[in-house]
């Protein structure tokens, strides 16, 4: 199980890794099509493709969960 984990980390490691730094911890994504939260850097990555309102959304609900430590 703990292979499956680190082979799957190494993945979405591979895909996020060209992103674009916006501000803070929030990174941007061409290679993703859902928000995604690195756990072990506490980054949130967001596709490319989704519009600001739904932006907004996501970014406040992954800062709540940053805030209360919840890496869920």
């Given at each position: 199980?703990?292979?499956?984990?680190?082979i799957?980390?190494?993945?979405?490691?591979?895909?996020?890794?060209?992103?674009?730094?916006?501000?803070?911890?929030?990174?941007?994504?061409?290679?993703?099509?859902?928000?995604?939260?690195?756990?072990?850097?506490?980054?949130?990555?967001?596709?490319?493709?989704?519009?600001?309102?739904?932006?907004?959304?996501?970014?406040?609900?992954?800062?709540?969960?940053?805030?209360?430590?919840?890496?869920?």
């Amino acid at each position: 199980m703990l292979l499956y984990a680190a082979i799957g980390c190494r993945k979405l490691y591979r895909r996020v890794k060209p992103s674009l730094h916006v501000r803070d911890a929030i990174w941007i994504c061409d290679d993703i099509k859902t928000p995604v939260f690195w756990h072990c850097e506490a980054r949130i990555y967001l596709p490319s493709r989704m519009d600001e309102l739904q932006q907004a959304y996501v970014i406040a609900r992954e800062q709540a969960r940053l805030n209360r430590r919840d890496h869920r």
